[in-house]
C-alpha cells in the first residue's frame, strides 16, 4: 500500500513553504515518525515526518521548491525493504547527502544522522552534516535538552583542538577560512567576473520583504518622537543587577522596564492595542507583547503572552529563551503567531535614531534606541545624562497624533520613574 507525503497545516494564514533539504533518498528505508524533510514558512521552519514505516518510493517535490498546503511531496510504499542494489542515481544523491558511511546498520545509520527535532534544533543538524559531524556524539548543554547550534560548533572547535596522534604532517601552506554560507544563500550564481552575485532569498526573507512593503502600502503609518533619560533605570539596575542575577539567575536588562512601561501606556490609550477588521476597531484588554529579534536566518517576533501578570524575571527569561531558540530556529507557531503590540530595538545594533515598520494587524509598534551621553538642561543646570530616543509608529487611520504623542509622553513617565512600572505596568 502506497501512502503520500504532504504538506501538512502550518498553521493561521500560513499557505505556502519552502523545501530545505530532504533527509532521506528514494528507496531509503524509512520509520513512522522519522524526519523526512524540513520546511521553511515565513515564521519558522518544520519537519515533516513519516506517518507509516516503509521505502521512499518517490519523491515529487525536491529541495529549494516552494509548495502548498496538501501538495503531494512524495510517496512511502508501505511494508517493503530497501532495495539492496540502489540505482546510480541515488547512490549518487545519497553521497552528496551523508557523510562516508559506517558499519552499522541502516537504521542505526539513520538514528545518528537524523535524530528527532526534540533531540536537535534544525540549524544544529544543518552545521552537523556541513562538517560531517556524528550527531550522537554531542552532548547538549542548554536546559531544553536539544542540541543547539553553539553544542555542534563547540563540538567542532574541541575536535579540531585536538593533537593529532600520528606524526607531525609537513606545514601547508595558510588557507583562507572556510566561510558558512547563510541559508538564505545557498542558492548562488556568481557573474563572469566575479564581481557579482545572484542570490535567492530565503522564503523567511521574501515574507519579510512582501510583509514590510504591505506594511507600508496598505496602512497610514507616521511615526512621533520623544527622549528618556535613562539614568533612573540604569542607577537601579546597578544596585540590583547582582541580587537580581543571584535570586533569578537571569540578568535585568532594559526589556522587561519597556515591556512593563507600554503595557502601562496601553492601558491608557487601549485604541494603540487595537486592531482594523474592515468598519470595524478590535480593541484588546489583554497584552500579548511580541519582541523583535534580529536572528541570523531572518527578523522573527515571538510574543509574550498575557504580559501584563508576567514579573520582570518572567520577561527577561522568556526573552533570553526566545532570542536562542530564534537563533537555533527552534520557535514553535504558537510562540510567533498572535500579538496585540510590538517593540524593536535597534539600540542593540547602535542605532540612535530610526522609524519601526508596523507589524500588521497591529496598529502600533515601539522602536528603542542607543543610549548616549548628551548634555541636559534639568532644573535650570546642564548636565550630561544618559538619554535614549524612541519611536512610535502608528497606524493614523484609528490612533491619532495626540493619542500617539501621549503615549510616547506616558512611557516616557513611567520608565524615569521606574517603581511607578510595579503600578502602572
Known amino acids: 500500500m502506497s501512502t503520500n507525503i504532504t504538506v501538512p ?17 528514494e528507496g531509503d528505508a524509512v520509520k513512522i515518525g522519522e524526519p523526512l524533510l524540513e520546511l521553511e514558512t515565513e515564521k519558522a521552519n518544520f519537519e515533516v515526518a513519516a506517518e507509516k514505516a516503509g521505502v521512499l518510493k518517490s519523491i515529487s517535490k525536491g529541495d529549494g521548491e516552494d509548495v502548498e498546503v496538501g501538495d503531494v511531496l512524495g510517496v512511502i510504499e508501505e511494508g517493503k525493504a530497501a532495495k539492496e542494489a540502489p540505482t546510480e542515481e541515488r547512490e549518487k544523491a545519497k553521497a552528496e547527502k551523508e557523510p562516508e558511511p559506517k558499519k552499522e546498520t541502516k537504521e542505526e545509520t539513520a538514528e545518528e544522522e537524523h535524530p528527532s527535532a526534540e533531540k536537535v534544533t534544525p540549524v544544529a543538524r544543518r552545521i552537523a552534516e556541513e562538517h560531517d559531524v556524528d550527531l550522537s556524539k554531542v552532548e547538549p548543554t542548554g536546559t531544553s535538552g ?7 560548533e563547540s563540538y567542532i572547535e574541541k575536535q579540531e583542538e585536538e593533537p593529532s596522534k600520528a606524526k607531525t604532517p609537513e606545514p601547508e601552506p595558510a588557507k583562507a577560512p572556510a566561510v558558512r554560507i547563510p541559508q538564505e544563500a545557498q542558492t548562488i550564481r556568481i557573474s563572469r567576473d566575479g564581481r557579482e552575485e545572484r ?47 543571584e535570586k533569578y539567575g537571569v540578568s535585568l536588562g532594559l526589556n522587561s522596564f519597556f515591556v512593563k512601561a507600554a503595557i502601562g501606556a496601553l492601558k491608557h490609550f487601549p485604541q494603540i492595542n487595537a486592531e ?48 536562542q531558540r530564534a537563533e537555533d530556529n527552534a520557535l514553535s507557531l504558537e510562540e510567533i503567531m498572535g500579538g496585540t503590540f510590538t517593540i524593536t530595538n535597534g539600540g542593540v545594533f547602535g542605532s540612535l535614531m530610526s522609524t519601526p515598520i508596523l507589524n500588521p494587524p497591529q496598529v502600533g509598534i515601539l522602536g528603542l534606541h542607543k543610549i548616549e551621553d548628551r548634555p541636559v538642561v534639568s532644573n535650570g ?26 503615549f510616547l509622553v506616558k512611557l516616557k513617565e513611567l520608565v524615569e520613574d521606574p517603581e511607578s512600572l510595579l503600578l502602572e505596568g
Open 381 to 406: 543646570d546642564l548636565e550630561i545624562r544618559p538619554m535614549m530616543y524612541v519611536a512610535l509608529s502608528y497606524d493614523h487611520r484609528i490612533v491619532d497624533g495626540r493619542e500617539a504623542v501621549q
Open 199 to 245: 542570490i535567492k532569498m530565503s522564503r523567511r526573507r521574501r515574507t519579510i520583504a512582501r510583509r514590510m512593503l504591505e506594511a507600508t502600502q496598505s496602512t497610514a503609518m507616521l511615526t512621533t518622537f520623544n527622549e528618556i533619560d535613562m539614568g533612573a533605570v540604569m542607577e537601579l539596575r546597578k544596585r540590583r543587577k547582582d541580587a537580581f542575577k
Open 9 to 25: 497545516e502550518l498553521g493561521e494564514s500560513i499557505v505556502e513553504a519552502t523545501i530545505i533539504r530532504w533527509f532521506k533518498s
Open 146 to 152: 536539544r542540541v543547539t547550534k553553539e553544542d555542534v
Open 276 to 323: 482594523l477588521d474592515g468598519d470595524d476597531m478590535i480593541v484588546k484588554y489583554y497584552y500579548d507583547i511580541g519582541v523583535a529579534i534580529g536572528a541570523s536566518e531572518g527578523l522573527v517576533v515571538p510574543v509574550l503572552r498575557d504580559a501584563d501578570g508576567m514579573s520582570f524575571a518572567e520577561i527577561e527569561k522568556k526573552i533570553k529563551d526566545y532570542a
